[in-house]
């Protein structure tokens, strides 16, 4: 298909600044936000047309963490493909591990043994805290407060330890097989586990009266980047952006998979629909998980099975034809996989459906006619993982 | 009882799936100019959008659309087939604003054209590369849609769709009645 893209001058710009100016208004500046912007968290670029200090329009250029990971489905065994879950996002990886084994496992009609089930919710949860506090950690960096970071890697830091225990590693975990996990939790884990949750608590009401309630951060967030629930549905929203517009959408409930459904928490949703909504969103969440965390644990002790199925498919596996979606609730939204099985050791077609591509392409129009430094504060507010938007 | 949502929609195929299986809950076929008022109706029925793909196979590229509730647990696999020679189908980016990545992701890696698009540029691809389509696949690799996927427990169908999932017995049947008729 060859098709003519603007390109009056060829000094001016590269392709993507040259295609955003054709509709520049008069007396306005174009300018690059990214692809090296701290504030962007990786490589995310964002051109924009400024009014002064306005923004009229926005449009994130995407591409420069692109690796293709759908392409990599279809060159690997479905074994062999479970390493990449954990580098897709690095932030709530088991989230991925979960989506991709869960498409697998329906594809072939596996029932996962409990023990397996409960180990799946205890790491996945912690995972989701250590997503959150990086997040936390890192927005409240992004709008000019450099100690709470500290605070946030303090905890993270004991997770880490906590998660490494089974995965065997710290940030790109390949834990979940076909069939249940790679590794069971052993009794120093699990003392660890049950002595952080006490801690965490501890440390939850000192976050709330530092930085929450800190008139600052308010003032900074507050009203900042609405985004409300026709826009999460037009654009696909999902995860706290989307509870942070009212809709009480969890897919650990709307959805239920594995075993949420004998667990006791809540879905924290909050009106607002701006930066501060989505804030509270997943700070109230971070409780809630402790509390999974809590009751798994304990239904742990006397869950029946291994940690994973006996004979348990081997990484040359070849599901049955056909096709399977599989969608859990991630830290930042819907983490769905659509795999494609033609019967044979490779995957036919996978095709990654991650919850940040959605969420940022909500911001373009968020952010029309807000203040460039709000621009950061909203990004910020929707937790973005780059390399999971490219892929 | 059909799929209420999209009654008024002209559909080629409308077949019930079996959600522990296939994670959907129907799967519907239609013909590139239903594609539109079907997405339509998926919007005033507070349907969501989740995401758009398309599928390489022998019978010609397969885009498929996903669609969930908030309020209930359903999700709708929209699937329209096209042909290799010339992929077009009208965009859907008039109802859902969200679609538009996905339409340019998907025409970056199959070289499908969304007609009336507003921007349809490289969007996760490099923009030299604009006739590279990696997940089209090789002619050796390719499968028939009755390959990699079930019909589903049919609801209606027309005659042009059930063919794309009968068995291939017609063929292998007129191969032996003419191997018979040499032999005689």
Redesign the interface.
Known sequence: MKRQYAGTDPLAGDFYTRQFEKDRGEHTLVVNMGPQHPSTHGVLRIVIEIDGEYILRADPVLGYLHRMQEKMGEVQTWGQYIPNMGRVDYGHPLAWNWAYVGAVEKLMGIQVPERAEYIRVITCELNRLTSHLLWWGAYILDLGAFTPIMYSFDDREMLLDILQRPTASRLTYGYFRVGGVRKDLDDRCIEMIKAFIPRFRSRLPMYKDLVTDNIILRKRVEDIGIIDRDMCRRYGCSGPVLRGAGEPYDLRRCEPYSIYDRFDFEIPTEETACSAGRYLVRMAEMEQSLRIIEQAVEGLAHAEGGHIMPKAPKPSMKPPKGEAYFAVEGARGKVGVYAVSEGKKVPYRIKLRSPSYSNLHAFAEAAQGTLLADAVATLGSLDLIIPEIDR | MGLKVLQGVETLCVARCDP?????HWSVFLAPQAIVPAAAAL?AA??????I?A?DTTDGLLV?Y?FNA??F?E?I?LKVLLPREDPAIPSITSV???A??HERETRD?H?I?FEGHP??????????D??VH??L?ADKAR?AIR????AGEIVSCTGEIAALFAPPADTSADAARTDGGSKA
């Open positions: 522990a299986k296939t994670g959907q919007s507070q349907y969501s959008l989740e995401d793909l599928l498929v996903h908030w309020r647990d999700r696999a859902f604003q969200g538009q990545w890696f070289g054209v921007n349809l540029i490289p969007l996760l691809m490099p923009a030299e604009v006739d990696p997940l696949k499968r390959d990699i996927m079930d």
